[in-house]
């Protein structure tokens, strides 16, 4: 999906979080604001060790909870 917005987007700041690219669904098309699946993330970080609890407070409090500025991504509460 990445690669498919990248080129889809080539003159357009699109800001990433580092880890996640699998876990992003789409972009929104006005804002050029990337959007990704909360459970895919939550899925990452524990596939890389953590448990279900730690992953979660690790990502709401480092990743989610984090604003960058306008390009900050969009975080779809989807399947939890």
């Not at 498919?4 to 972009?27: H, Q, T, V």
């Not at 990502?59 to 500025?69: E, K, Q």
């Amino acid at each position: 999906m990445l690669e498919n917005i990248l080129e889809w987007f080539p003159e357009d700041e699109i800001l990433i979080a580092d880890g996640y690219d699998d876990a992003i669904i789409g972009i929104e098309e006005s804002s050029r604001r990337v959007i990704y699946s909360v459970s895919k993330c939550i899925k990452i970080l524990e596939d890389e060790g953590m448990s279900d609890e730690d992953a979660w407070d690790h990502f709401t409090y480092n990743t989610m909870g984090s604003y960058v500025g306008e390009k900050t991504p969009i975080w779809c509460m989807d399947n939890l």
